[in-house]
Nanobody
Framework: QVQLKESGGGLVQPGGSLRLSCAGWTTSPTVPGWFRQAPGKEREQIVRIDWNGGAIIYADSVKGRFTISRDIANRMVYLQMTGLKPEDTGVYYC????????????WGQGTQVTVSS
């Protein structure tokens, strides 16, 4: 059973960096994604890995600033965030998509990221 848990959120100044971690992956065939929800807004997907070919797709809002990575041996997924802006503030969620599904069937509880001076 995949039980995801994020960590690494916090308060950072504009232009700063954070690295979010997501633990709890198993050997089940899943691909990770990261989502975020800003105050008063709907949850948006910011990065996903495509089952077909493994392409990594970033939302335009984070492209060039955020990087997803995986440590398969240690069953960890990371989201490196650089050049943070106040509009990046929100709750960040990692999620897992099992093979053959169109949706994400595993979710973490979220970690708060606040970008403010």
């Amino acid at each position: 059973q995949v039980q995801l848990k994020e960590s690494g959120g916090g308060l950072v100044q504009p232009g700063g960096s954070l690295r979010l971690s997501c633990a709890g992956w198993t050997t089940s065939p899943t691909v990770p994604g990261w989502f975020r929800q800003a105050p008063g807004k709907e949850r948006e997907q910011i990065v996903r890995i495509d089952w077909n070919g493994g392409a990594i797709i970033y939302a335009d809002s984070v492209k060039g600033r955020f990087t997803i990575s995986r440590d398969i041996a240690n069953r960890m997924v990371y989201l490196q965030m650089t050049g943070l802006k106040p509009e990046d503030t929100g709750v960040y969620y990692c999620a897992g998509q099992s093979f053959g599904r169109d949706d994400y069937d595993y979710w973490g509880q979220g970690t708060q990221v606040t970008v403010s001076s």
